[in-house]
Antibody, heavy 123, light 110 residues
Framework: QVQLVQSGPEVRKPGSSVKVSCKAS????????VSWVRQAPGQGLEWMGA????????NYAQKFRGRAAITADDSANTVYLSLTSLGSEDTAIYFC????????????????WGQGTQVSVSS | QSALTQPRSVSGSPGQSVTISCSGT?????????VSWYQQHPGKAPQLIIY???KRPSGVPDRFSGSKSGNTASLTISGLRAEDEADYFC??????????FGGGTSLTVL
């Protein structure tokens, strides 16, 4: 079973950027899609985007297009989420999750989750 | 993509059954049989409990069941237990490699 381990908490000032990592063990990140999902304090889950294996291409929720970037380093078996122009509304826990389905690259559901990374944005 | 609509809270007594609804549109729940449900205990990561509308991952008790009718999906938990008290989120494939989540439902076991 794949396990996803994320990087530690981050504190940023408004207008800055952050990069969160998600390292996989028990499987190769090039074999499946990985989604990023965030959860603001006391709020629900919000899908941000996903990287599709082999193609290296990523798809984003419209809200995050132009501000988020999801990349993968196959040699490090790690997926990254970069988010720019941070505002207080970006304060949240960010989760990576293996996304799966009937075929390689599908993102029909998320069956393995990282432990979450707290990102706090404050002046 | 707008978030799927769930009731903010539901409750039930031990041994009873509860059903959580999840309302979407003809572009997500109504179009695809890719509805999933997640259980999240405080301070923990979400855990997949239902996928492809009604399938259960290995290790998930059969007390948890899922269904779909039109643009609405449902999660039913039968034989409620204290450990079922948690937040529950629905999710649907939204087309073109996208997912949309519901706002979440807090389950209280009385």
């Amino acid at each position: 079973q794949v396990q996803l381990v994320q990087s530690g908490p981050e504190v940023r000032k408004p207008g800055s950027s952050v990069k969160v990592s998600c390292k996989a063990s028990g499987g190769s990140v090039s074999s499946y899609s990985v989604s990023w999902v965030r959860q603001a304090p006391g709020q629900g889950l919000e899908w941000m985007g996903a990287i599709i294996p082999k193609s290296g291409r990523a798809n984003y929720a419209q809200k995050f297009r132009g501000r988020a970037a999801i990349t993968a380093d196959d040699s490090a078996n790690t997926v990254y989420l970069s988010l720019t122009s941070l505002g207080s509304e970006d304060t949240a826990i960010y989760f990576c999750a293996r996304s799966n389905g009937d075929y390689v690259g599908d993102i029909n559901y998320c069956d393995s989750w990282g432990q979450g990374t707290q990102v706090s944005v404050s002046s | 993509q707008s978030a799927l609509t769930q009731p903010r809270s539901v409750s039930g007594s031990p041994g009873q059954s509860v059903t959580i609804s999840c309302s979407g549109t003809g572009g997500d729940i109504g179009l695809y049989n890719y509805v999933s449900w997640y259980q999240q205990h405080p301070g923990k990561a979400p855990q997949l409990i239902i996928y492809d509308v009604f399938k259960r991952p290995s290790g998930v008790p059969d007390r948890f069941s899922g269904s779909k009718s039109g643009n609405t999906a449902s999660l039913t938990i039968s034989g409620l237990r204290a450990e079922d008290e948690a937040d529950y989120f629905c999710c649907s494939y939204g087309g073109t490699y996208s997912l949309v989540f519901g706002g979440g439902t807090s389950l209280t076991v009385l």
